[in-house]
């Protein structure tokens, strides 16, 4: 029996430690709320109705003590929040697009040393920080509490409600005060500012499968799958790294990683609404292996005859998302977004779990101020309320929608799906019935520490929409702005790639990503299965890396009894068959192209090589050998091509920061 | 002045808003505790808190003194906890929180966290029932006031503690065998 009363105490003593402290902003806030909703329910609208001021005794204090306890940590994250701020005082405007990415000073670049804090503050507290590193979720915490702190500095006014406090309120904030005080949080040993150090669950969901395996040809010569233009999980993968710590295996998705960069494929011609071209070049991490690479170059569109757009914005205005790096980086990407749309274009807003419902009335593009002042009303709270968010988006986007009209549901949220619909199949369901209506659904994922991977991934895919995260202005500016048309028009849809390989020419291979996006032979000509998107003047890539027959890098051997393989006449290495619609069209049309042996490597093969090894390093090295991090970086530093944007200088210093987390 | 909790929150009920912000003042802390050890998550508890405050004023309309306020407000604290499960338990992320062992297993390395994931490996061993009479029971809270609280009978309480103890035993036995 002691055993289990020790147990008990144990699980105590590890329950207060794992117990957060309120955070000081929400707790303000929520009391307010409570006030607020108290006055409203006396229908008094005198002194009684209090105000979202906070109460500058007390808590203030309380953070002050807690940077001081917590020095080390404290200035790393004071620093982030100082970004996070400055962000978001900035407001929209041009030259901030010239922004650099907002990042941990001391945590990009070619520091290895992730734990270092800032000079300015002792050291004391080294090994705390540095198990704090690790656990970016603690990180993230820590940067909520002290940017929400100086949020209100930073925001416009705040609302005209705030009155001098009465007497009667100071009163009220006495006793607790008090009692505060009085609580040396009960039987615990540790004092309160340990609590916050705990790092709580992460609790995000990432979408994957297992990593593909090889193929033997003479066994399994047919691969199918759906192509994928979602960039999410480049854009989570960069965030973790830049945070500190290397991203969750599952949280990589190789296909994702290639089709983040522009590959420049030549343009379609014809009426052909892009482009297919193959290359087969050298494999970097085995020589006796070839990658046969695939690439798909969607047109652009002359866009200056663009259909008139229909967009709705659905935004989870959850408790959670009032993080710097949620609303608020919601409404800047937005606001930035909003400089594409032409006149004749319209917006409407849909809040879920919060401000219920509408709260933009479908407007048109031209009327920016009207849809500004929406977006910034915009504030993480209130109840939540079990909305049908996501049926209203979408009777908005219906009513909205015309002959001739493009319609869109924007979904942001930190990982809140509570839209309405509760069955996720259900959901699942009523967003690829919505589909085929017409409007489509994509989805932009803001925050980490609870972002849902998986059902962003799983809605995008059903509403024929994209999934991308948006962790930073730049992040907004290449999904929102550059890429704009891409991720709004479908040039071709359930576009799926068949690949037949050759046995006497392959003896192996194997699909580099593509894990979630695998579709069943059969699927390929049965055309109410369905697939992914092409959007206007986006790239998509494919990689196969195949083992020639007679190559010593075969890692199975030949079967003794098996047919000789039929010779066909072929030396073609296999046959590629890509099917796709017209946007609105029901049946499919096929494209089929040969693989031969003798194509040259094709333009941006290195740079896409790169990419699928980074991606393999984070996530499964098993086929790489001795090929490692400094083979990966020079290959990438060797590609890096043009690079308009930056995003491989970028994507090189982020695996170079890969490789010290991965070393450590 | 009487300023104890149960004449601060008769006070709010008849409408003294003044006496309303005060006890939630003063109560708001141990209400977030109870609401993390009720879901296992800060941003659960967060929105959960915030949703008990959002409804609190009208809630406490009908409070009449019959148990202590915080009893009840405990109790309402465990009901938005049940509905709030209820609303998200068809949705995929279900296993959260407490839910999510797995994934903090495979997050958190240091010794801190070890603790927390062992607390986190307990809570979740536990069926939401017995997880929610231990969540109340280590907040200090008596078995009587558990059991008024979750609107059970006080044999129920030492029941459910019982069984939450042999789980915890078995865990730890299973623990010692590796």
């Known amino acids: 029996m002691t055993d289990d009363l020790d147990t008990l105490d144990e699980l105590k003593s590890a329950m207060h430690a794992a117990t957060p402290a309120p955070d000081p902003a929400r707790r303000a806030q929520d009391l307010a709320l409570a006030q607020k909703n108290f006055a409203d329910l006396q229908g008094s609208t005198s002194e009684s109705r209090l105000t979202s001021e906070r109460p500058k005794t007390g808590l203030r204090r309380g953070l002050g003590k807690m940077i001081d306890v917590l020095s080390s940590r404290a200035g790393l994250t004071a620093t982030t929040a100082l970004i996070a701020v400055t962000f978001v005082t900035l407001g929209p405007g041009s030259d901030l697009l010239q922004l650099p990415r907002p990042s941990l000073p001391g945590l990009t670049g070619s520091t290895p ?6 000079k300015d503050v002792e050291m004391s507290a080294g090994e705390i920080a540095d198990q704090l590193a690790k656990t970016e979720s603690a990180r993230n915490r820590g940067v909520t509490y002290l940017a929400e702190e100086e949020a209100p500095l930073a925001q416009a006014a705040p609302a005209p409600s705030a009155e001098i406090a009465t007497t009667a309120q100071l ?17 615990l040993a540790a004092p309160s500012e340990d609590r916050i150090a705990v790092p709580e669950a992460n609790t995000e969901a990432y979408a994957n499968e297992d990593p593909n395996p090889v193929q033997v040809t003479a066994e399994n ?45 030549f343009a379609p011609d014809g009426d052909m609404p892009f482009s297919v071209s193959t290359g087969v070049m050298q494999t970097p991490w085995n020589p006796g292996t070839q990658l046969v690479h695939i690439g798909i170059q969607g047109e652009l569109p002359a866009m200056a005859n663009r259909p008139p757009l229909n967009l709705v914005f659905l935004i989870d205005t959850s408790g959670s998302m009032q993080d710097p790096d949620k609303l608020p980086l919601l ?44 977006l910034n009303r915009l504030e993480a709270g209130g ?72 059902t962003m991934q799983a809605l995008a895919q059903n509403g024929n929409g994209q999934a991308a995260y948006i962790d930073t202005l730049s992040e907004a500016q290449k999904v929102l702005v550059d890429q704009l048309s891409g991720a709004l028009f479908a040039i071709a849809e359930d576009v799926k790639i068949q690949v037949e390989f050759n046995p006497a020419t392959v003896a192996e291979y194997r699909l580099i990503g593509y894990e979630t996006r695998a579709l069943r032979r059969e699927d390929f000509n049965n055309d109410k299965v369905d697939a992914g998107e092409i959007g206007a003047g986006t790239s998509v890539t494919a990689i196969y890396e195949v083992t020639p027959v007679g190559s010593d890098a075969r ?16 030396d073609e290495l296999g046959f590629l068959r890509l099917r796709y619609k ?7 049309q096929l494209i089929e192209a040969p693989i031969t042996a003798d194509l040259p490597p094709m333009e941006g093969t290195g740079w896409a090589a790169a990419m699928a090894g980074f991606g393999q390093l984070l996530r499964d090295d098993s086929y790489l050998g001795d090929w490692g991090w400094d083979q990966a970086i020079a290959l990438a530093n060797a590609n890096r091509g043009a690079d308009p944007y930056g995003y491989r200088a970028e994507a090189v210093q982020v695996m170079r920061l890969a490789q010290s987390l991965a070393a450590r | 002045m009487d300023t104890s909790d149960e004449s601060l929150a008769k006070a709010a009920a008849g409408g003294d808003a003044v006496a309303f912000s005060t006890l939630l003042e003063r109560r708001y802390d141990q209400l977030f505790a109870l609401c993390f050890r009720l879901t296992g998550s800060r941003a659960e508890a967060e929105d959960l808190t915030q949703d008990i405050c959002a409804a609190l004023p009208a809630k406490i309309s009908r409070f009449r003194g019959e148990s202590r306020f915080m009893t009840w407000l405990y109790r309402v604290a465990v009901n938005a906890a049940h509905d709030r499960r209820r609303r998200q338990s068809t949705r995929s992320r279900a296993a959260e929180g407490w839910g999510d062992w797995e994934k903090s297993r495979q997050a958190e390395m240091s010794e801190t966290a070890a603790q927390v994931d062992w607390l986190t490996a307990a809570m979740r061993s536990l069926p939401e029932q017995l997880r929610d009479t231990l969540a109340l029971v280590l907040d200090e809270v008596t078995h009587a006031q558990a059991a008024e609280i979750l609107d059970v009978s006080e044999g129920t309480i030492s029941w459910r503690m019982s069984e939450a103890k042999k789980h915890l035993r078995r865990m730890r036995e299973e623990e010692e065998q590796v």
């Open chain 1, 113 to 118: 040393e992730l734990a270092v804090a800032p």
């Open chain 1, 171 to 187: 009163r009220s904030v006495e006793p607790s005060a008090l009692s505060r005080m009085q609580q040396p949080a009960a039987g």
């Open chain 1, 221 to 265: 010569p047919v691969s199918t799958f759906s192509i994928d233009v979602d960039t999410a999980s480049y854009a989570l993968a960069r965030n973790s790294i830049q945070r500190g710590v290397l991203p969750h295996t599952d949280a990589v998705r190789i296909e994702e990683m290639i089709n983040y960069f522009n590959y420049g494929y």
């Open chain 1, 331 to 374: 409404k800047q990407s937005f606001t930035l977004m909003l400089s594409q749309l032409r006149p004749e274009d319209q917006v409407a807003i849909v809040t879920y779990a919060g401000s219920a419902g509408q709260v933009l009335e479908p407007t048109p593009a031209s009327d920016r101020k009207t849809i500004l002042a929406a």
């Open chain 1, 383 to 454: 109840s939540t309320a079990g909305q049908a968010g996501l049926q209203q988006a979408y009777d908005v986007a219906q009513g909205m929608s015309e002959e001739g009209e493009v319609s869109r549901v924007i979904l942001a949220t930190d990982g809140d799906f509570n839209v309405g619909l509760s069955d996720p199949q259900a959901l699942k369901d009523y967003i690829a019935d919505k589909r085929e209506t017409g409007t489509y659904l994509s989805v932009l994922g803001f925050g980490r520490g609870n972002l849902d991977d998986a």
């Open chain 1, 555 to 570: 890692l199975t051997d030949p079967l003794r009894y098996s047919a000789v393989a039929t010779e066909g006449g072929s």
């Open chain 1, 582 to 588: 017209e946007p609105g069209e029901s049946t499919s």
